[in-house]
């Protein structure tokens, strides 16, 4: 007895998940969404390089489209910008305030990056050069990071409490940093070490300067001449660096990358790309008309561990609401756990793509594949899934629904294949509400470089996916 192939093609048809890349028979129109968008997204990059600097752009952007911030807001506004500390905030968007025990439909990304900070007491001189000492920010591969020209960003909070913004690096007429690697002819027994002490995290100096003050040799001549240039441009001392937030990361800005620009190259897509398409989604969904109460949130020192008061850790989440309760007159604590609990959360993160040179560490069956769409991980962890939340299968199966019902192009991910390491997002901290949480977000070629790279079509989907969520949960 045999089958014959157009009912096993039926079969298949009815039966099978089919994989589809992203980029298959699209439609003209989709071809200049898919490519504006990423225009967009690349600008949002180049403003946003820290966490602070991102805030500032999420507060222009959002002001540009009807946002209030919530000091200034009155009861009547129904669009909310929340700031805390300047290094993460929320959005938050008002349907009904008589909804509030209904909880919100969130969607939560981090806007801290993977980079080097200075040290408390960075400025030294060596070998007749000056250098200042980094300590790096989140799990970085540290060899990446030398021979390549670095910007200076952040701000420096004086002993009187004045705050002094600093950009260097992004002009091409400013000067950069760069932190040197030995020479290869000199090598061989850096050679012999493993990857993770090529390059030691005591070596991660940037080169900052070589000029002795007036020309004249002497006991910290040159520092003095960095000290006081910086003296003269921003008003500093070297104490205040102690009261200093400053980050080295690439200088220059994203670009496309490809002969067909199907990729965007850039250093902290994790998690900016998140931030900005939740952002964007939340911005384009109003004349679709939701029902629901919605936030999109952007969490800061999640590449540390979530940790401190800036950090999903906290009880950040819960003060973001509460602070959106009160605006509307609502001083009930069960009321806010309710709305806690009751809320459903996406937490949108980006997630690893099989790159060809190193299949090995995915399970291809369950891999994310660069261009066929977002990632949809119902859980994370290490080892037995250690660490992670686990989504409810109901709670995937609403989300599917949604996706499906507006064409998002979709794929379900774990990172890495079992036993190969693993990682974990903010998701559980926000499962402690009772809240139903899921990951979902974009997968990149060399997560943590300085030059990470995803797929404009994956971009697209990203995006689509943050709305269908915002429209039909
Ligand atoms: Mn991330
Ligand atoms: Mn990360």
């Known amino acids: 007895m045999s089958t014959n192939p157009t009912e096993l093609e039926e079969l298949g048809k009815k039966l099978l998940f089919e994989k589809k890349c992203g980029w298959q028979d699209i439609s003209q129109d989709e071809e200049k969404e898919i490519f504006e968008l990423s225009e967009q997204y690349k600008q949002f990059l180049d403003t946003s390089k820290t966490e602070r600097e991102a805030m500032v752009t999420i507060e222009k952007m959002a002001t540009a489209h009807g946002y209030v911030p919530i000091e200034k807001a009155s009861k009547e506004d129904r669009k909310l910008f929340l700031n805390f500390d300047d290094v993460c905030g929320a959005l938050v968007y008002i349907n009904d305030p008589q909804e509030f025990s209904e909880g919100f439909l969130m969607n939560g990304a981090h806007i801290d990056v993977p980079r080097l900070d200075l040290k408390s007491f960075p400025l030294y001189e060596a070998e007749d050069m000056a250098y200042m000492k980094t300590h790096y920010y989140g799990g970085i591969k540290k060899y990446q990071w030398v021979t390549r020209p670095l910007a200076m960003h952040g701000v420096v909070i004086t002993e009187s409490g004045k705050k002094v913004d600093i950009v260097i690096g992004e002009d091409p007429a400013d000067p950069v940093f760069t932190i040197n690697d030995l020479l290869p002819h000199l090598s061989k027994e850096q050679n012999e070490k493993p990857a993770s002490k090529l390059i030691e995290g005591e070596q991660l100096n940037i080169l900052v300067g070589s000029i002795p003050y007036q020309f004249k040799p002497g006991k910290n001549a040159i520092k003095l001449w960095i000290l006081k240039e910086l003296h003269d441009r921003y008003g500093i001392v070297e104490e205040d660096f102690v009261s200093a937030e400053i980050q080295l990361v690439p200088a220059g800005p994203a670009r496309d990358v490809g002969f067909d620009r199907s990729f965007v190259g850039a250093h902290g897509h994790d998690d900016r790309i998140c931030s900005y398409l939740g952002m964007q989604a939340l911005f384009d969904i109003e004349a679709d008309k939701t029902n629901k109460n919605l936030m999109m949130i952007f969490f800061d020192k999640e590449e540390i561990g979530s940790m401190g008061n800036s950090g999903a850790q906290s009880n950040l989440l819960e003060r973001m609401v509460n602070a959106t309760l009160l605006h509307y007159g609502f001083n009930d604590h069960s009321l806010l756990m309710n709305s806690l609990a009751n809320s459903k959360f996406l937490s949108s993160d980006v997630n690893v793509g ?120």
Not at 385 to 402: L, M, P, T
Not at 431 to 438: F, H, I, K, T
């Open 354 to 473: 099989i790159d060809p040179e190193w299949k090995s560490v995915n399970d291809p069956l369950n891999a994310g594949k660069m261009g066929y769409g977002v990632c949809l991980t119902k859980y994370t962890g290490v080892r037995g899934k250690s660490g992670s939340n686990e989504a409810h299968a109901e709670f995937v199966a609403e989300v599917r629904r949604a996706f499906n019902r507006d064409q998002v192009l979709w794929q379900t991910t774990e990172l890495g294949k079992v036993d190969q390491g693993g990682g974990g997002t903010i998701a559980s901290y926000l499962a402690y509400y009772g809240m139903d949480v899921v990951d979902c977000g974009t997968a990149l070629l060399s997560m943590h470089s300085p030059f990470e790279v995803a797929s404009k079509v994956d971009i697209y989907h990203t995006y689509k996916a943050y709305k269908a969520f915002y429209k039909y949960l």
